[in-house]
């Protein structure tokens, strides 16, 4: 199989019909007698629902109303755990959460009704911190607030701390993050007895709305149809969020008989729907004189708001990667998911990572700081290598050196030479201070542990009639280059044009389910697929006598169309067999958390303004080793997108919280970065290829969210000397800081161990 | 949004006359009122758009110059007579929005800017400005971008505007008709803070049309600067903004103004702050303690406090730059 697609920077395949205003997203589509749908949402955080009463002035005869009691089946978003209410009935444990739902030709008197809706709630004491969480001030889920609590436990950390130089404790925040995808929630839902329930909607996961809607509806896969339309933007935050709106569309429909479109607005979709988890963590780090970490221990809290949705999943991923890639021998963390009164919070690119790795790089520093060795170096001194053991006991198979990657990248961020500019300049008059900073970091491809396994995804490819390829798969395009990639990788393994491939729609009808895209999972796992149906594909077309090698593309849609001419269809599928080394272990963590891991080095240079305490990022350098590169300019796209979204993380957005409901739900409050605060960002790939990817792919989806936090808030300790212990560092953190002259021994306390 | 009847008026005692009738709306750029109508805060039955009234010259009056109520504001910031001698005005247009913003939106449309306190834009909650004796939430509520002067118990909406923090540095006047005839409102008069009534923001009446502005020339417009203090380089409102005049002779200050933005229920004039700096040589010991008399009796909440600390610094900091730049 030779190369022709798979590495250069094809037109995507979606591009014409989005730049030209064809591509159709959910609210471009219309139904006859479709009708809008809105949601009564509660404004308290936490009680018991006492009533709800239709209020005056509104022709409530016009309107379907839909609460709890018109559920036909389980009153559940199937998820995990199933605690997670499709519409409240009885309990409230959120502001925000679904209590009915309304439904009118007219979206203005829509509105007009939703504000009628009186709900009596006796308000029960609510839970609004981890801390508050972890105290129980109130027990608001199960019986101490706790999702999930997993360990990791590696080598003797007792005696690493007994026999360590120094010991350096940190404490570090992450606050929430809105995915703020360009296009809001949306779906529109059909009901009809004999065909059941059909949605149309922006998704990321269709076969997760279709398992929520059998238990909802009580009925059958085949009666609960999927269809992705065009997305625009998902970032997680169209993962599960996408099953309660749909769900709700669907209850409305069966009521109303007729399609329902449901599209929420900008600030209901802020306040109301999924967003990043916020993270506490307290790192205590066993340190020799030179600079080794010879202990870690962790303790890392993730908020998972009022219901347990994908918590523990974001927990394991966030634990995984707590300890970073280094070699560290003795590391014990402790992870806990707890409960609060806020709406959940779910999968968000990075999924956990980026809040556990902006504590540790974070302390890296502040260790270096205590012990006067520079940030590149304490990290060169504490690197994994390729066949040493990662947290969970899991060798390095990849072919990765972290020094000569940490080497490349601060060679074309000029580290050197700024280290010495700035030095100079920051001691001369004047308010702006720059400084430059760095993470070094790793990122697992794919559903972690047995997760792939469970999975078992599928992919197909068919001939068309008129002899093209066309891809089958669950895997969704929003925005991110799922069916370029997909088109790429199938063309190269049937060695025929990128024209010849189609990528079908993703429709549960229509397409086996090849998983979530999600957990930067799509290239490696399911372009493998792609790759090895294809390549089924072909066999059987050269097996018919239909085909000879060498053949040109012409030639292969002519026997593709002369063999579904012949035998009526053509097909080929592949199922994901896990790679045969991979042994993991869900109950101790142990084993092998991930097939594989993308490794990177960031670099950020910034200026803080110590008048106005205004941080900038002035220049950033990503640089990652990815496996293989399938497509330049997408999977640039993708780093440049995700640091985009990891300074606004760090710096610009602050979501504010008012007893568990998000206060500046709209752009003008919330704010992220617009182009102009952001520098160039020049994303730099080594490539170590992956023996089980497509090409040797590994995933990038999430990595560039995981590295721009600590780099950034490292390269203000540069700049001005002060470690900042939690994002968003906005100018009031910083002032805070400044004002308070947070130095080491405020952030991070140090206890030199004695010798007896 | 609400339907609504749209018409266009040419000429100016129509548009007057469409004016007195319930629920007209005027239209100009329409970069507030469409997103209010959005919103639901505004509901108008009938929108009269104002866009084809001869209203739009920029031109020069006297010493001074005259802006048509419907120029625009990227008009207004690149016109040579302004650009050059009311440097103040042009910066803080550009600083302003977005330039698709800027090429719709209109001097008098700016000057008539409402907030934008989310419990004001959010018609699902209190407000003492949209439903009088509503409340306002804002005063215990998430209140970073409101107002820190010019507060009243029933209201702390901030102004949003930076043109105007700019034309009253410079002694603007606004010019209005109405059923009865023309007449002329300075700057200083035009906003008014909310005490107790909090829906009335200006001195307009209803059914008045701005008709132009005209500044004056002084002895301290050319040497003016506007800095504006946000959450990101643009399409943000200031947090904090200053514009500042002075007039330097003999290595003295005889005329200043300090004009605030950002953080006050109005644009707010601070007459302690240029009392500060008038009979000194311009040093930074003044400029600093120009901003610490400019926030004199600021009202600090939960999460706008950091404002008072940031207002001081913003003055300072233009003054700084207006001597380092002339």
Same mark, same amino acid.
């Given at each position: 199989m030779k190369n022709r697609l798979i590495g250069t920077s094809v037109p995507r395949k979606e591009a014409f019909d989005k730049v030209t205003g064809r591509a159709r997203y959910v609210d471009d589509v219309s139904f006859p007698g479709m009708i809008y749908g809105t949601t009564v949402r509660s404004?308290?955080?936490?009680?018991?629902?006492r009533g709800i009463a239709l209020g005056?002035?509104?022709?409530?005869?016009?309107f379907v109303v839909v609460t709890a009691?018109?559920?036909? +089946?389980?009153?559940a978003i199937h998820l995990?755990?199933?605690?997670?209410?499709?519409l409240a009935d009885?309990?409230?444990?959120?502001?925000?959460?679904?209590v009915v739902l309304l439904a009118h030709p007219d979206k203005h008197l829509l509105e007009k009704a939703r504000q009628a809706v009186v709900l009596d709630i006796d308000e029960l004491p609510a839970v609004h911190s981890i801390e508050d969480a972890l105290a129980k001030?109130?027990?608001?889920? +199960?019986?101490?607030?706790?999702f999930k609590r997993y360990t990791i436990e590696k080598g003797d950390i007792a005696e690493a701390f007994a026999n360590a130089d120094v010991i350096l404790e940190g404490h570090y925040e992450t606050g929430a993050q809105e995915q703020l995808y360009i296009e809001n929630n949306g779906v529109i839902a059909s009901y009809s007895e004999e065909a059941g329930v059909t949605i149309w909607g922006s998704l990321q996961c269709p076969y997760y709305i279709q398992k929520a809607l059998i238990p909802l509806f009580g009925v059958g896969p085949e009666r609960a149809r999927v269809i992705q339309l065009?997305?625009?933007?998902?970032?997680?935050?169209k993962e599960e969020y996408p099953s309660m709106i749909a769900s709700h569309a669907a209850l409305l429909a069966k009521k109303a008989g007729v399609p329902v479109k449901i599209i929420y607005d900008r600030a209901e979709d802020m306040a109301a729907t999924t967003k990043r988890h916020p993270s506490r963590t307290v790192v205590r780090a066993a340190v020799m004189?030179?600079?080794?970490?010879?202990g870690l221990d962790i303790d890392f809290a993730i908020d998972g708001g009022?219901?347990?949705?994908?918590s523990q999943v974001v927990l394991s991923r966030g634990l995984i990667h707590a300890?970073?890639?280094?070699?560290?021998?003795n590391v014990h963390i402790l992870g806990r998911a707890v409960a609060t009164n806020s709406p959940p919070h779910g999968a968000f690119r990075g999924f956990g990572a980026p809040q556990s790795i902006f504590a540790l790089e974070r302390h890296l520093d502040e260790i270096g700081k205590y012990l006067g060795i520079a940030p590149d170096e304490i990290r060169r001194r504490n690197f994994v290598k390729p066949g040493q053991t990662l947290a969970t006991g899991q060798v390095v198979?990849?072919?990765?050196?972290m020094n000569v990657l940490l080497d490349r990248a601060l060679e074309a961020a000029g580290w050197g030479d700024k280290k010495a500019r700035f030095a100079v300049e920051n001691?001369?008059?004047?308010s702006v201070k720059r400084g430059i900073g760095l993470a070094t970091f790793l990122h697992g491809t794919?559903?972690?542990?047995s997760g792939e396994k469970f999975l078992a995804s599928i992919v197909g490819v068919e001939a068309t009639a008129d002899g093209h390829v066309r891809v089958l798969a669950a895997?969704?395009?929003?925005?991110?280059?799922t069916n370029t990639i997909f088109a790429q990788i199938a063309g190269d393994a049937l060695g025929?044009?990128?024209?010849?491939i189609q990528v079908g729609q993703p429709d549960t009808a229509f397409v086996?389910?090849?998983?979530?895209?999600?957990?930067?999972?799509?290239?490696t796992i399911v372009g493998k697929l792609v790759e090895t149906a294809a390549l089924g594909l072909r066999q059987t077309l050269l097996g018919?006598?239909?085909?000879?090698?060498?053949?040109s593309s012409e030639q292969f849609v002519k026997a593709c169309s002369a063999y579904v001419a012949r035998s009526g269809e053509l097909r080929a599928y592949a199922e994901y067999k896990q790679p045969p080394y991979i042994k993991w272990d869900e109950d101790t963590f142990?084993?092998?958390?991930?097939?594989a891991y993308s490794w990177a080095v960031y670099v950020a240079s910034v200026k803080v303004d110590?008048?106005?305490y205004e941080a900038t990022v002035e220049d950033f350098v990503a640089l990652q080793e990815?496996?293989?590169?399938?497509?330049p300019t997408l999977a640039a796209g993708q780093i440049e997108g995700g640091v985009a979204q990891g300074i606004g993380w760090a710096l610009y957005e602050n979501v504010v919280w008012k007893n568990g409901r998000m206060?500046?739900?709209?752009m003008t409050d919330y704010i992220m970065p617009t182009s102009v605060d952001l520098p160039p960002i020049r994303a730099l790939f080594a490539e170590s290829p992956y023996?089980?990817?497509?090409?040797g792919a590994k995933g990038?989806?999430?990595?560039?969210?995981?590295?721009?936090g600590p780099a950034i808030v490292n390269a203000i300790l540069d700049a001005v000397g002060i470690g900042i212990p939690?994002?968003?560092?906005?100018p009031e953190v910083v002032m805070e800081a400044y004002l308070a002259n947070t130095s080491v021994t405020r952030v991070c306390r140090a206890t030199e161990v004695a010798r007896g | 949004m609400k339907p609504f009847a749209y018409s266009r008026e040419t000429g100016l005692d129509h548009a007057l006359a469409r004016g007195?009738?319930? +629920?007209v709306r005027y239209l100009a750029g329409g970069t507030t009122l469409i997103d209010l109508m959005r919103l639901g805060v505004e509901e108008p039955s009938t929108v009269v758009d104002?866009?084809?009234?001869?209203?739009?010259d920029i031109k020069a009056d006297g010493d001074g110059v005259q802006i048509g109520a419907l120029a625009t504001n990227t008009e207004v910031a690149y016109h040579p007579l302004i650009a050059k001698a009311y440097p103040v005005l042009s910066e803080a247009l550009l600083s302003g929005a977005s330039p698709q913003l800027r090429n719709m939106a209109s001097v008098g449309g700016n000057l008539l800017q409402r907030t934008r306190c989310s419990y004001f834009r959010d018609p699902s909650s209190p407000c003492n400005k949209r439903?009088?004796?509503?409340?306002?939430?804002a005063l215990d509520g998430?209140?970073?971008?409101?107002?820190?002067?010019?507060?009243s118990s029933s209201c702390i909406a901030t102004h949003p505007s930076d043109m105007a923090v700019a034309l009253l540095a410079l002694d603007a006047v606004v010019h209005v008709r109405g059923g009865g005839g023309e007449r002329a409102v300075p700057m200083g008069d035009f906003h008014v803070a909310? +005490?107790?009534?909090?829906?009335?923001?200006?001195a307009l009446q209803k059914?008045?049309?701005?008709?132009h502005v005209t500044v004056p020339a002084s002895p301290f417009a050319q040497r003016s600067h506007y800095v504006k203090v946000r959450d990101?380089?643009?399409y943000a409102f200031a947090l904090s903004s200053a514009a500042v005049a002075l007039d330097v002779s003999g290595g003295v200050v005889k005329s200043a103004r300090v004009v605030l933005g950002?953080?006050?229920?109005?644009?707010?004039?601070a007459t302690e702050a240029e009392a500060e700096l008038?009979?000194?040589?311009?040093?930074s010991m003044s400029f600093d303690a120009a901003g610490a008399a400019a926030v004199r009796g600021a009202v600090p909440r939960t999460h706008n406090a950091f404002k008072v600390e940031l207002a001081k610094r913003t003055v300072a900091r233009a003054l700084r730059d207006l001597v380092g730049k002339a």
């Open positions: 404004k308290v955080a936490r009680g018991r629902l005056p002035g509104i022709p409530w005869d016009e009691k018109d559920i036909p +089946g389980i009153n995990i755990n199933d605690d997670q209410p499709c009885g309990v409230i444990n959120h502001p925000e959460e679904p001030t109130a027990v608001v889920w +199960g019986e101490d607030n706790i065009e997305t625009g933007g998902g970032f997680g935050g004189r030179d600079g080794t970490v010879v009022a219901y347990s949705t994908l300890a970073g890639p280094y070699s560290c021998p198979r990849d072919d990765v050196d001691r001369e008059e004047g794919g559903f972690t542990g895997s969704t395009e929003i925005g991110q280059g025929v044009d990128y024209d010849v086996p389910n090849s998983g979530p895209t999600v957990a930067s999972r799509t290239c018919s006598g239909l085909l000879e090698e060498p053949y142990k084993g092998d958390a991930y097939g110590t008048l106005t990815v496996g293989k590169v399938i497509h206060a500046n739900d709209r023996s089980y990817g497509p090409s990038i989806g999430e990595l560039p969210m995981d590295g721009p939690r994002i968003p560092a906005t | 007195k009738e319930d +629920g104002l866009r084809a009234l001869p209203l739009r439903m009088a004796g509503s409340g306002c939430p998430y209140n970073r971008s409101n107002a820190i002067l010019g507060v909310p +005490g107790s009534t909090p829906a009335v923001e200006t059914g008045e049309i701005i008709t990101r380089a643009s950002g953080v006050a229920t109005k644009p707010w004039r008038v009979g000194k040589p311009p040093t």
